[in-house]
């Protein structure tokens, strides 16, 4: 193993502490006591703290792992924060201190599965702020070692919950890794298990010592992103009440709460971290606070404020590589809605071309932008734009109202009248109104749309529910069938697999 000079000194410091150990005993009680505390200031946002706590930890005990893990994760987390360069160099030359202590304690010790948990779980890091600092292969070369030695630990030691924490976030992220990215797959060397993986992060969170917090976050993400809003949302709330300072877990919250279609809560939550940010020395992610702000004020059909902070956003963030199409069209449809259509114009222009099944949505937007550059939005697009947004934040009242407008006799070309039958299907359908959606959506599978054919089989998808809901099994089966024979049109991938799908468990159902 070929050391640093930096590193040899380190070592050198380390074996005489080990020389004079016997003279002056640690306290180790006091050591897990130390590590707590700063872990909780960490996360209350207490950042002066926090590092001159792991800085105790670690004169403490100088050849323990912990003092030095947790005072480079303070680096990691400002890095993470503000994107300061600085302070990605700073955690990096920190995190290489970590890794010649557990080494020289794994020398000592091949088995000791702490310190593998510790070694694995800096590299992990390490390959979070790789990716952060959009270098993807050295993420994945440092996340590969992460992966090995966290694997290792959970085997030499099953009950050490803080290693099962890495070890699942891994396992977890690795089987959520999209088509367009599989080439990781072949450098990592290794394939995920989604439900393993989260079962491990949730022991964690349970179980957890110094990885409780984080594994509870995480949970909640995960939970949320498997439609399962019902377990995510105590889990963040229990976050939120633990650490009212932390900006992350109110604008997550306020996220959360804006595409469940709460908005009002939403707005409430994002307002709150704009404060916490202004009261904190170290202000989180202030860019994704605007964004969560755009999003909300969009879907409120309020285009001037969702336009501000939008742009806001866009100014502010690290790297253009962070912005989606989603982003830059719902920015250019607020500008076009607000007035300025110059402005909508230069924005539709920054949307990219994505060619990816697993990104349909991407390769969507990009379709529409090319044709709002060459068409303005007209009066009545823009009553499928409010009405949508109405849909979204479940005022369906004023949605209804506005599809109807679309739906009066004047010439609507069958794409505009499949959007605004899409939409008061799917209304109706969330009202348990199955006899109107039935209605709505015989009527918008007998349309022949000509730029927007993936109506017709996300259409007989709804038809489909609601033949169900009305007890006709037969004809519902039917309606899931007719998905399976359109090709070639947008959400191909995921309208066959949800028609395939409960198209199995009619047949399961007998």
């Known amino acids: 193993m070929t050391l640093r000079r930096d590193s040899i000194f380190l070592a050198s410091i380390l074996l005489l502490c080990s020389l004079t150990a016997a003279a002056k005993p640690v306290d180790w009680g006091e050591v897990h006591a130390l590590t707590l505390r700063g872990i909780d200031r960490l996360y209350n946002m207490k950042i002066e703290e926090a590092a001159t706590t792991f800085d105790s930890v670690r004169r403490m005990a100088p050849g323990d792992p912990r003092g030095y893990f947790f005072g480079s994760m303070v680096h990691f987390w400002l890095y993470t924060l503000t994107r300061d360069e600085k302070e990605y160099r700073t955690f990096l030359d920190k995190s290489d201190d970590v890794i010649t202590v557990c080494e020289n304690l794994l020398d000592a010790n091949d088995k000791d599965a702490v310190s593998l948990f510790y070694l694995g779980g800096m590299y992990g890091y390490r390959g979070l702020a790789h990716q952060a600092h959009n270098s993807i292969f050295k993420a994945v070369t440092e996340g590969r070692k992460g992966y090995f030695s966290l694997k290792e630990a959970v085997q030499l030691k099953p009950d050490l919950y803080d290693a099962q924490m890495g070890f699942g976030l891994f396992t977890y992220l690795v089987a959520k890794v999209p088509k367009s990215l599989s080439w990781i797959l072949s450098v990592v060397g290794f394939s995920g298990d989604a439900e393993g993986g989260l079962a491990m992060v949730r022991k964690a969170a349970e179980h957890g010592v110094y990885t409780k917090t984080e594994a509870r976050f995480y949970l909640s993400q995960f939970l949320f992103a498997e439609q399962k809003s019902e377990q995510a949302l105590p889990i963040l709330d229990t976050l939120m009440a633990e650490y009212p300072d932390n900006p992350l877990f109110v604008v997550t919250y306020a996220t959360w709460q804006s595409r469940l279609g709460n908005t009002e809560v939403a707005l409430r939550s994002a307002q709150k971290a704009v404060e916490i940010n202004r009261r904190n020395r170290i202000h989180y992610g202030e860019e994704f606070v605007y964004s969560t702000l755009g999003a909300i004020y969009y879907s409120l059909n309020d ?25 830059y069209y719902r920015l250019a449809v607020a500008q076009e809605m607000s007035g300025d259509r110059a402005a909508a114009l230069g924005t539709y222009r920054r949307l990219k071309s994505v060619n990816d099944r697993d990104r349909a949505n991407e390769s969507y937007l990009y379709r529409v932008a090319l044709r709002r550059l060459r068409d303005p939005i007209t009066a009545t697009e823009a009553l499928l734009i409010r009405g949508g947004n109405d849909l979204g934040r479940k005022a369906y009242d004023s949605a209804e109202t506005l599809y109807s407008q679309v739906l009066r006799p004047g010439g609507t070309d069958a794409d505009i009248r499949g959007r605004a039958l899409m939409g008061l299907q799917q209304l109706y359908i969330a009202k348990e109104d199955y006899p109107s959606a039935l209605r709505a959506g015989e009527e918008l599978t007998a349309l022949k749309p000509e730029k927007e054919t993936w109506l017709l089989p996300q259409g007989f998808l709804q038809l489909g529910a609601t033949l169900e809901k009305l007890g006709r099994l037969k004809d519902a089966r039917a309606a899931y069938d007719k998905v399976l024979e359109y090709d070639d049109y947008d959400f191909q991938k995921s309208l066959e697999e949800k028609a395939r799908k409960e198209i199995g468990r009619l047949k399961s159902a007998g």
Do not use: I, P
């Open 303 to 327: 285009f001037g404020r969702a336009r501000s902070n939008l742009e806001e956003y866009v100014r502010r963030v690290a790297s253009e590589d962070y912005l989606t199409n989603w982003t």
